[in-house]
Structures are given as C-alpha cells and as structure tokens.
C-alpha cells in the first residue's frame, strides 16, 4: 500500500482535470512532514466549471427526475464501492490526516453506511402532509431537490463528514460540487473515483480542490449554487453567512465546541474515566464534540485526576499506521503551533500542566503530547477557546447549580456529556445545559436517525436522519379546490365609485 500517492486534480463533469491556472499545491505528510503528493489549486474559473456542470446535470439531466429506485440503485452502488475500497480510503486518511488507522477504519465503515441510511431514508421517510380542508380543498406537500448545492468541508474527519453531506444531497436529487479542506484532499480524490466508478450521470457529482479564501469563496458567492453545507470553525462559518448574503443562500452551519463533560462523585467511575479518557483524546483530539473542559465534583477530583494521569502516561503515541497507536500526529504544523502555543498560555494562566512524553524518534511529526491542564478556571482563555488537540481543561465544582452555570458560561453550545448514578439528576442536567446534544453515561455514539448540531456559537441548523431533508429539499406546497369555494367576483360589474355616484 506504500506506493507513490499521484498528484491530486479536481473531478468536473465526469472527468479528472487539472486547474485552470495550472498551479498546484503541496500535501504534506503529518507524520513526517515530507511531501506527499501535488493537489490542483481550484480558483474561481474552476468551481464556475463545476456550477455549470452541475448546474447543466441538473437542469437538463436524468439525475433529479430518474425515478427514486434508480437513483437510489446509484447511491447503494457508491456504498458498495466504499466498502470494496476501505483498506484504501483508511489508508489514505490516516496518510494524509495522522488520525490512527484503527479510528479511519470505523470511520470508513460509517461513510458507507452514510449512502444505505439515506437510500432507506428517502424511500421511507421522505414523506409529504396532506390536509383535507373543509372538504373544499386539499393541501398536501411535496419536496423537491434545490438545485446545485455546493458542500465544503474539514480536514479533521475528511470522508466521513464529506460523506455525511454528500450521501442526502445527492439521494434527495440535488447536484453537488465539493470543496474539501486544503490539508486533506486524498479521500475526496478517492471519493471522486469512486462516484466516478458507480457511473452517476457526468456533472452531478464534482469536486474542485483549493484554499478557503479562493475555491471556498467562489463557491459560496455563486449565484447558481443554491445552498452551502459547511463544517468548520466558527469564524469561517460567520464570513460564509456574510458572503451568502447577496445570492440568499440557504446555509447549514456545523461548528467549532468546547464541550463539558460533567461527572458526579456517584457515576459509574471507571466508564466514566475511559469515556472521558476516549472523548478528547480519539481522532488526535480534533474532534468537533471532544469533551474538551471536564468537571468533577470536588470530592472525586484528586481520585480521578490520578486515574487520569495513569492513562495519559499509557496513551501510545506513534505511527498513524501502527494498529496500536491510540494518538498520532496533528494535522498540520501550523495547527501543531497553534496547540502547543494554548499549552503555553495555559502555563501562564497558572494551570499545572501534565503532559504524556513524546518519544524523541516521532519529534518530525507534528505531535503534541496528551495533556491535561489541572486546576483551571473557567475563565481562563484555555477553558473557553476551543483548542482542538489532545488537551483537556480540568476543574471542580460543588453543587448542580454551580456545575451548570459553569458548563454554559462558555460561547459554544455544541455537545455535552453527564456522569451520574441519579437518573433524574442526569436529565436535568442534560436538560439544562444549552448544547445541541447531551449524552447521559454514555460517551458519543450516534444513531444516523437522530439530529446532529451545535447551538449558540457552534452551529445554525440540524443534519442528519430527516433533518437532512428539510435542508437539502425545497418543500412545496399544493392547493387544490375539490369544492365549489366562493372567489370574490372583482370587475364582474362595474359599481359607480363613490366620488363619481356624488357627481352624478
Ligand atoms: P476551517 O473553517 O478552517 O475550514 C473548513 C473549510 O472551509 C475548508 O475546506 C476551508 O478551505 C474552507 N474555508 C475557509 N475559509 C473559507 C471561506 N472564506 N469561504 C469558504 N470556505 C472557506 O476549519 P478546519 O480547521 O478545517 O476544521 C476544524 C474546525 O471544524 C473546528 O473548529 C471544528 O470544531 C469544526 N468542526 C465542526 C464539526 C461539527 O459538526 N460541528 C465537525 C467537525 C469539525
């Protein structure tokens, strides 16, 4: 599988092209910062080619009109082929990201089940109301794909959340062009040539790789691309909005967390500890609902913070490709300086800072060691910024009340974790806190059927089982008379107005 990764181009109406300028950009390897390949840098020529191929696979193509059990014939086809490529896909990832191949492969397995959940859901579930009025008239509703939506991605679990949008836009008729993050083109690359092995219709499915400001703002100021699916950090979300604007876009806004996990003295303590250990230490720490600032109830906290220790100091760091490495490189060495700058100003905050030992062999790679930041504040930048590594902000508290003040003092509102044996405790708090999801005793394990997003600062809107038809349909609604309904008779016969019958 180590054999030379080819350079990267953009995937525009059925065909693999270089860009218009030419220009290409390095990838690079996390894990020893050496080059990896070439990527073609999409520019604004470029996702007018996708728009318009995408705009013309939709407006005259079979795509949207086929009938659903062919179209959805297409979309189990793709998760046939991830399925038959998943060696492949998490390979590539793990290549390209530094996340641990053991975690790329669940991740793979999930991206397939992305595409067979959506040709389930829209053969099941995409259905319409419909009102008998006053037996005079019938209402009913029916959805209909928006057009071109243009869908534009991270890098910290690049296929699955680029699957998350790419299955229901597609399965709900609608075109897609793709602009997967700058950091990790490889499986959307992959993607591209698996969609282009299923034989979807050329233009229905494009991708144009490239940076935010250039790629990523074309697609957004398109006035033929009909809606934005983005994921990513808050700022960049906030600047879509705005560049939305003068095209009205519809925008689905996935984003940046600092979620709590609160854990009472009388919670399971040991599941406690490994979910708490798995919830900011999985996926590198980059991991959008990470529990990334954990409270403890004063009485458990020397107790837990020492099993806590024990752990960090047992997490192997190492090759992303090494099926035991639990944690492995970040991304990218800016983002490593990011993280390793946060662990600094957490020093100067006055946390005590516990970090696991980066073996001096992996010092190439962009590896930042787990770490914990103990008796913190929360108003220390570090328990309120979202820090996306594998660093956790540590502190105490006394009662509920105290506990659930702190847990929403904070601009996020993306996910939340309760440890308590109580289980009206457990719902209250739950219910309390202002996140869009809450797991009670549980760590993060998502059904596909259920809503996912953030509130406050880490999102605008919901994905996910139905939901994904409310963004990536239009619904339209029908009136029909089926009765003899009295309509206003204007202009049947003219009545003298009152100023001329004054005249007169
Ligand atoms: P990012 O915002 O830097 O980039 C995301 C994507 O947006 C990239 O493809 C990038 O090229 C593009 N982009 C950047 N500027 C743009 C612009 N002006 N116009 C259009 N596109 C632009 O985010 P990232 O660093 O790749 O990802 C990490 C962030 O994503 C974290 O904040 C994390 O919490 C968040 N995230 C959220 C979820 C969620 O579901 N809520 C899931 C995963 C990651």
Request: with cysteine; charged share 25%; hydrophobic share 40%.
């Amino acid at each position: 599988m180590a054999a030379k990764i080819s350079n990267v181009l953009h995937y525009i109406n059925g065909e693999f092209v270089e860009g218009a300028s030419g220009n290409y950009f390095e990838n690079i390897n996390p894990f020893t910062n050496e080059v990896i390949n070439e990527v073609a840098g999409g520019l604004k020529e470029d996702i007018d080619a996708a728009v318009r191929a995408a705009k013309e696979a939709f407006d005259n193509g079979p795509w949207r009109t086929m009938s659903v059990q062919e179209r959805m014939t297409y979309i189990l086809r793709i998760a046939d082929l991830i399925e038959k490529h998943a060696e492949e896909i998490s390979y590539l990832e793990s290549l390209d990201t530094g996340l641990p191949i053991s975690q790329t492969k669940k991740q793979a397995a999930r991206a397939a089940e992305n595409f067979r959940f959506y040709a389930e859901m829209v053969k099941s579930r995409m259905v319409g109301e419909a009102y008998h009025v006053d037996g005079q008239f019938l209402n009913y509703t029916i959805y209909k794909p928006v057009g071109v939506a243009g869908l534009i991605t991270p890098w910290n679990a690049p296929f699955m959340l680029e699957t998350w949008k790419v299955a229901p836009a597609l399965a709900t008729g609608n075109t897609v062009v793709l602009k997967p993050a700058e950091w990790s083109p490889l499986t959307a690359n992959k993607l591209a040539e698996i969609i282009h092995e299923a034989g979807l219709p050329k233009g229905v499915f494009n991708v144009v790789h490239g940076f935010g400001e250039t790629a990523g703002a074309s697609l957004v100021a398109h006035p033929d691309v009909r809606l934005i699916s983005f994921t990513g950090e808050t700022t960049t979300g906030s600047e879509i909005i705005k560049n939305s604007a003068d095209t009205l876009k519809k925008t689905s806004m996935e984003l940046g967390g600092k979620s709590p996990v609160i854990v009472f003295a009388d919670a399971d303590l040991e599941k406690a500890l490994d979910a708490v250990v798995w919830g900011i230490f999985s996926f590198n720490g980059e991991r959008c609902t990470a529990n990334s600032r954990l409270f403890l109830e004063k009485s458990i906290y020397d107790s837990f913070v020492e099993k806590l220790k024990e752990r960090v100091k047992n997490i192997s760091i190492g090759d992303p490709m090494d099926p035991l490495t639990e944690v492995g490189p970040l991304i990218h060495r800016k983002h490593w300086e990011t993280v390793m700058n946060y662990i600094e100003i957490a020093k100067q905050e006055g946390a005590e800072v516990y970090s696991a030992d980066v073996p001096e062999e992996l010092k190439k790679g962009n590896f930042v060691p787990p770490t914990l930041l103990l008796n913190c504040h929360n108003s220390m930048k570090v328990a309120q910024e979202e820090i996306f590594g594998p660093v956790m902000a540590v502190m105490s508290f006394e009662t509920e009340e105290e506990v659930i003040r702190m847990a929403n003092d904070v601009k996020y509102g993306l996910a939340a974790y309760v440890w308590t044996n109580d289980i009206k405790r457990g719902h209250r708090i739950a219910q309390s806190i202002e996140s869009g999801m809450a797991w009670v005793n549980s760590q993060n394990v998502r059904d596909l059927r259920i809503p996912f997003g953030g509130t406050k600062y880490s999102g605008i809107g919901r994905e996910g089982g139905h939901y994904s038809f409310d963004f990536y349909t239009e619904v339209q609604v029908i009136h029909v008379s089926i009765g003899d309904h009295p309509i206003p008779k204007f202009g049947k016969s003219k009545q003298p107005s009152a100023a001329s019958a004054q005249h007169g």
